[in-house]
């Protein structure tokens, strides 16, 4: 693979995942809520859901969510309904006794891990996107399965140092305001981020 095209994959994949999405709303949402406890489940579970939906994509599932409507809207809907889910939780715990947000302390990691993997590994966009981004970057000339494994772990590590950025931002915002009252606005916003996430996967076009 050319260094040029590989270069210009770099800062088209970075100008696409700036942007922020359901993802990046989940990530701030998190890590707003939680400080930097969050910042390791968070960047692991963004590169791990990456990897699992450029995985699908070579395997053909992207095809097949291009080619189904209804399988779009489907894996779309369930997917915002699940970030309205959580949104809706969160909002909830701003009223939360303290002894109770205590007890739920044990399990943020792997809460925290677990549905941000499943918010990004359920967007079908995210799937189909693969499929029909990076053949824009393949030298047909060239045996195509190493330049898809090129492609693939450039996108994962600039995703993985977007998520950073972005857990970083939110961490350093979260810092300024640390008092419990802060701490509900904080919760409110996060859930109001997760929530309006959810209703833009819904009925985005």
Not at 4 to 14: D, K, N, R
Not at 116 to 130: M, Q, S
Not at 155 to 164: D, E, G, K, M, Q
Request: charged content about 10%; aromatic content about 12%.
């Amino acid at each position: 693979m050319m260094f040029e095209i590989w270069l210009a994959f770099c800062i088209a994949s970075t100008v696409l995942l700036v942007i922020p999405g359901p993802t990046i709303l989940t990530v701030i949402a998190y890590s707003i809520a939680n400080g930097r406890s969050a910042a390791l489940p968070l960047i692991l579970a963004v590169a791990l859901a990456d990897a699992t939906a450029l995985t699908l994509s070579v395997l053909g599932l992207g095809s097949l969510l291009a080619k189904s409507a209804f399988l779009f809207q489907l894996v779309k809907v369930v997917g915002g309904c699940y970030l309205i889910y959580l949104g809706v939780q969160m909002l909830r715990s701003v009223a939360t006794p303290s002894e109770v947000a205590l007890d739920a302390e044990a399990d943020t990691t792997k809460t925290m891990f677990w549905n941000t993997y499943l918010v990004t590994a359920l967007n079908p966009k995210g799937i189909v996107f693969f499929i029909a981004f990076f053949p824009q970057f393949i030298d047909h000339s060239l045996a195509v399965n190493p330049q898809l494994v090129i492609l693939g772990l450039s996108f994962v590590v600039l995703a993985t140092l977007n998520s950073i950025m972005y857990v970083v931002f939110a961490d350093r915002a979260r810092g300024y305001l640390a008092s419990e009252k802060s701490q509900k606005q904080f919760k409110l916003v996060g859930g109001s981020f997760l929530s309006g996430a959810g209703l833009w996967a819904v009925f985005s076009r």
